[in-house]
């Protein structure tokens, strides 16, 4: 019930399904027909309401999920050979102090993770209930996650809240960098995603003409 987010791998479909609070989200698999037909596979449960999210690992071992409400969190399930999922095989929660914003002061909402394209043995997980990107590695074959660093989507100087919602890398991945968009004042910050833990913002551009008189909010996502 209720699918959200897709991701493909050519052979099989993997969605999304957030129930609300008070629910358990799921992850389904869906078998690719030689014409584009789906048969359902199997779903796994989250550990969460509400996955908003996914990333397929480019190993094809595990997706990862990300868990927006009150139970906010990331999450890995493994993908068997035949293209089935396992039961979800790590759940990190998020917490922290939130930021000021109405959409934020009730705590933590993981919105979305990725696979850093030069380096998967690492992935970043934008936090919009936080302002910040963690930074994990992730061990594909035991599917688990381990925090390495993390960092403010603004300036500490400002404070101002931002939410971070959905991110697009540099395609030329010499230049380490990401591209995050954040919902809450419409602007796209830009961090350098240097060694593991390493990430520095190096500073953000307003998404909108300063003419613009509408409240600001940026709800998508975005490419390179």
Request: aromatic share 6%; net charge negative; charged share 15%.
């Amino acid at each position: 019930a209720n699918p959200t987010y897709l991701v493909s791998n050519g052979s099989h479909v993997y969605a999304t399904h957030e129930l609300g609070v008070g629910r358990q989200g799921a992850i389904s698999a869906w078998k690719v027909g030689p014409k584009g037909s789906l048969s359902p596979v199997n779903s796994e449960c989250v550990g969460a309401c509400c996955p908003v999210q996914l990333s397929l690992h480019p190993s094809g071992k595990c997706v990862l999920a990300a868990n927006y409400f009150k139970d906010s969190s990331v999450t890995v399930l493994p993908i068997t050979t035949d293209g089935s999922l396992a039961p979800l095989s790590d759940q990190v929660k998020h917490t922290g102090q939130p930021g000021t914003h109405v959409r934020q002061v009730d705590g933590p909402h993981a919105h979305s993770i990725y696979v850093v394209p030069w380096d998967s043995s690492h992935v970043l997980a934008l936090d919009l209930g936080l302002d910040l990107v963690i930074e994990y590695e992730i061990d594909v074959d035991e599917g688990k996650l381990s925090r390495v660093g993390s960092c403010k989507t603004h300036p500490c100087s400002t404070g101002a809240a931002m939410g971070p919602r959905h991110l697009a890398f540099h395609p030329d991945a010499s230049r380490r960098l990401a591209f995050i968009a954040n919902e809450l004042d419409s602007s796209v910050s830009v961090l350098r995603v240097g060694s593991p833990g390493d990430l520095a913002l190096l500073g953000k551009v307003d998404s909108l003409p300063t003419c613009f008189e509408r409240a600001k909010n940026w709800s998508s996502t975005g490419g390179p």
